[in-house]
């Protein structure tokens, strides 16, 4: 398959590897958006969260809990922001997690709100 993310997991394409088990590899984002800006990435290719299987979502979890402090420990990041995008918006169609550590006073507009809202008719298309 022709897929970045496999081809780095195979070992075909280099990557920083920061940690890695049986179900993810975990390697620095080659475009960071923040210093430590990671990807969780199961090692089996998925296309997106609806393809995945819950006992992987489940580790993925598990990989940020175990990541998170360790971040904070060691880059001193003050937060950390995980993003998860799929199909618009998605540069690559292999599942994976962003973890994106967060330091004070950082640059990135990840909170940017809309301006005008229609709380009341979206609500009633999702109740
Ligand atoms: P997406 O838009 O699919 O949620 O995010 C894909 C991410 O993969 C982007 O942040 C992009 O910088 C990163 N990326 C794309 N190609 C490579 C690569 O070859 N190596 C690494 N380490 N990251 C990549
Ligand atoms: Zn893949």
Same mark, same amino acid.
């Given at each position: 398959m022709d897929c970045i993310f496999c081809k780095i997991i195979n070992g075909e394409i280099p990557s920083n590897i920061v940690y890695e088990d049986d179900v993810v590899s975990v390697f620095l984002d080659v475009?960071?958006?923040? =210093?430590?800006?990671?990807l969780i990435v199961p090692k089996k290719h998925y296309n997106n969260v609806l393809d995945c299987d819950d006992q992987t979502l489940s580790h993925v979890q598990e990989v940020v809990k175990k990541l998170y402090p360790i971040y904070r420990d060691?880059? +001193?990041?003050e937060g950390l922001t995980l993003i998860q995008n799929n199909?618009? +918006?998605?540069?690559?169609?292999h599942y994976h997690m962003h973890l994106i550590p967060r330091y004070a006073d950082? =640059?990135?507009?990840?909170?940017t709100k809309l301006q005008t809202k229609n709380i009341q008719e979206i609500f009633d298309k999702l109740k």
């Open positions: 475009n960071p958006q923040a =210093d430590g800006h990671s060691r880059l +001193g990041c199909d618009y +918006g998605q540069e690559v169609k950082d =640059d990135l507009h990840l909170e």
